[in-house]
């Protein structure tokens, strides 16, 4: 008991302890999304540094409590967040270092795309942030990162080169090629299952694209099949510098006047260019569209920047809104799948809900995507995303959800660990793994983490 009360007294940051009286509010903001998980740990220690996180893994272990860990909150099914147990929180923990000379980066795990990004254009470079500005590094890093240009530079986690982490005993390593390889393999993909804490992120940086424009259209969601076919033929004269996707959505409103909205599908490209010229010449294939005076809505080769992408993405996901999200991973074509989602989105109870696709979102290149935890499961990807305000329509719009997923599962290969719906089932960890991944994944947690102090991953 003495040394319980020593531990805590180690930890400059704050405990907020199940049953205080700012105990709600706090664990409230430990995630994101409006929809909260109805689960509670016992301890919340919001680590004030780098110090505070092998003195909570020690408190952790002399108390029985098993450990979860908290970067930016943004798991869409609250992963971090578990009942009777410790939740280190890393919120405050959001220092960045650039050192232009090796073009590389130093980051704590609460550093924001929308943060660094900024901090690395004044200085010439970029890194593959997520497309959501308000994620933290830390959980996409560790999940993989399926992030703005992955095309042409690979999942996040490629960009990595070092970690450094607090194991399950309290110590501090770092984790590369050379010094402890295995658990540096880990670390680039297995999610909220990784089995320490990573308090640093050593990063390799890009040279800043001199230009990023965009071209968009969309159009009635009645001629999904044909536009989905034409988009995915299409994809195949792009350079990997032009991120391609399409979206099932109700239509934005800056795109008809039609009242009610109808839903659409919408293709966008981005071209990461060195020049406009440049650009406007990547994004050529898509103004080839041979039926474009069918679109509802189009703009060709407009600028565009990091700033007006997190603007928009922060329109499409806004912060406290419900949010209910699942992934999947298919060898059928995207022709295949939307097909199937387009009647869903059809009838979705939410007007803000839709289904993002993708294409070839974490590179084609198979060199990009060697030595690490996280693998490309298929040739295709959706995302359903639920998405509504009401409490009250919580159910229905999970049910939606649901309904997605199992319009297109029986032809699914796979899960993206980052945004899994991981309650949803108990394979879908694993299935986010290929078989051999997911062993040795088991193998490593063994071996790092023999007495369990970290929870695994999320289950119903």
């Known amino acids: 008991m003495m040394r319980d009360r020593e531990l805590a007294r180690e930890i400059e940051g704050e405990l907020v ?42 408190l952790a272990r002399s108390r029985g409590l098993r450990i979860a860990v908290r970067a930016g909150g943004h798991s869409w099914c609250g992963s971090s967040v578990r009942s009777d147990g410790m939740l280190i929180d890393l919120s405050r923990l959001r220092r960045c270092e650039i050192d232009a000379a090796s073009a590389t980066a130093t980051v704590q795990p609460a550093v924001t795309g929308s943060e660094l990004a900024p901090q690395l254009a004044e200085r010439g470079f970029s890194f593959p942030t997520g497309h959501c500005g308000s994620v933290a590094v830390g959980g996409y890093l560790l999940s993989g990162g399926l992030g703005w240009n992955s095309g042409a530079l690979g999942p996040a986690c490629r960009s990595v080169h070092e970690v450094e982490a607090v194991t399950a005993d ?53 001629d999904l099949e044909e536009v989905t076919n034409w988009a995915a033929e299409t ?71 990091p700033d007006a992408l997190y603007a928009a993405s922060g329109g499409i996901w806004p912060a406290h809104r419900r949010y209910a999200a699942d992934t999947l991973w298919s ?24 289904v ?32 509504w305000d ?34 949803a089932g108990p394979a879908r960890a694993e299935r986010s793994y290929t078989a051999r991944d997911w062993r040795r994944l088991q193998d490593l947690r063994t071996r790092y983490d023999p007495e369990g102090v970290f929870h695994s991953y999320l289950t119903p």
């Open 235 to 305: 994809a195949h004269e792009l350079k990997p510098t032009v991120e391609l996707s399409l979206v099932l959505a109700t239509a934005a409103r800056h795109m008809t006047k039609a009242r009610p909205r109808p839903k659409v599908i919408t293709v966008t490209a981005t071209a990461f260019a060195d020049s406009r010229e440049q650009a406007v010449k990547n994004l050529g294939p898509l103004r080839k569209c041979p039926f474009a005076d069918r679109s509802l809505f189009r703009e060709a080769d407009e600028p565009t920047s």
């Open 331 to 354: 060898e059928s074509g995207l022709g295949t799948l939307l097909s199937r989602l387009g009647d869903v989105v059809e009838w979705a109870p939410s007007d803000k809900s839709l």
């Open 17 to 58: 302890r199940r049953g205080d009286a700012g105990y709600e509010a706090v664990l409230a903001g430990m995630v994101w999304n409006g929809l909260k998980p109805e689960r509670f740990p016992e301890l919340i220690v919001r680590a004030a540094s780098e110090r505070d996180v092998p003195a909570a893994i020690g």
């Open 356 to 387: 993002l696709a993708p294409v070839s979102p974490a590179s084609d290149n198979e060199e990009l995507l060697r030595d690490m935890a996280f693998s490309v499961l298929g040739s295709s990807y959706v995302v359903p995303y639920a998405i």
């Open 170 to 222: 309290g110590e501090t390593v770092r984790c590369n090629k050379d010094e402890n390889p295995d658990l540096f393999w880990a670390a680039r993909g297995a999610g909220p299952g990784f089995f320490a804490v990573v308090t640093r992120f050593h990063l390799r940086l890009h040279r800043l694209p001199g230009a990023v424009m965009s071209t968009m259209y969309a159009f009635p969601l009645a």
């Open 390 to 423: 009401d409490p009250a329509e919580d159910d229905i719009n999970v049910r939606w959800l649901r309904a997605a997923m199992g319009a297109v599962e029986p032809l699914g290969t796979g899960h993206y660990i980052a945004e899994a719906d991981l309650g």
